[in-house]
C-alpha cells in the first residue's frame, strides 16, 4: 500500500468536492480546478475527507495511487488556502512593476519585457525587487515562476539576476582573484 495514497485528505469547510466520471472537481472560496482521475484510481468522497484507492497491484497503478492523492490533496489546499512564491530580483536598475495583469520588467537589456500573467494568476510588487505570484493551481503557479525566472536567471559571479527567494546561488570567484593568485 502506498504511504502518501493511503491518507485521506480532510475537506475543509467552504470546500466542495463533486466526482464526475473520471474527473475530480474542487470548489471553494479562492477558486476552482478539475483534474482527471487515471482508470485503476478510485476516488471516495465522505463525509468531510477523500480516500484514494487502487484496484490492480500493478507497478503503474501503485504509481499512480500515491501522485493522484497529492494532486487532489494539493486542489483542495490551493481552492481554499492557495500557494504563492516568492522571487527576488537583484541587479542595478533591475526593477519590476506590475500594470493590470501584466509586469513590466527593467533587467539590464536594451528594452523592457512585458510578462503576461496567465488567467487564474496574480501577482503583487513590493520595492520593485520583491515579487510574489500567487494561485489556487499548485502547477500553474510553478510554471509561471519558473518562466519569470528564465527572462533573467541569476549569474554566478555578481548573483545578479531573478532568483527564487529561498535559493542560494553559489558564487564564483572572478578571473581577478585567479590572477592576483598566479604573480
Not at 466520471?21 to 483534474?35: C, D, R, T
Not at 487502487?54 to 501503485?62: C, D, G, H, I, Q
Not at 523592457?112 to 520593485?128: C, H, K, S, Y
Amino acid at each position: 500500500m502506498s504511504r502518501i495514497g493511503k491518507l485521506p485528505i480532510a475537506i475543509p469547510d467552504g470546500v466542495r468536492v463533486s466526482l464526475k466520471g473520471a474527473v475530480v472537481q474542487v470548489e471553494g472560496p479562492k477558486g476552482k480546478l478539475a483534474a482527471d482521475v487515471p482508470q485503476t484510481i478510485h476516488v471516495n468522497i465522505e463525509e468531510n475527507h477523500l480516500r484514494i484507492s487502487r484496484e490492480t497491484e500493478a507497478r503503474k497503478s501503485r504509481a499512480l495511487h500515491g501522485l493522484t492523492r497529492k494532486l487532489i490533496a494539493n486542489m483542495v489546499e490551493g481552492v481554499s488556502r492557495g500557494f504563492s512564491r516568492t522571487l527576488e530580483i537583484n541587479g542595478v536598475g533591475y526593477r519590476a512593476e506590475i500594470k493590470g495583469s501584466d509586469i513590466h520588467f527593467s533587467l539590464g537589456y536594451s528594452h523592457p519585457i512585458l510578462f503576461p500573467l496567465p488567467t487564474g494568476v496574480t501577482a503583487t510588487v513590493d520595492r520593485q525587487t520583491i515579487l510574489t505570484v500567487t494561485s489556487a493551481d499548485r502547477e500553474l503557479l510553478g510554471k509561471t515562476a519558473a518562466r519569470i525566472r528564465q527572462l533573467r536567471p541569476p549569474e554566478p559571479y555578481k548573483g545578479k539576476g531573478i532568483k527564487y527567494r529561498e535559493e542560494t546561488i553559489q558564487r564564483k570567484a572572478g578571473k581577478a582573484v585567479g590572477a592576483a593568485g598566479s604573480s
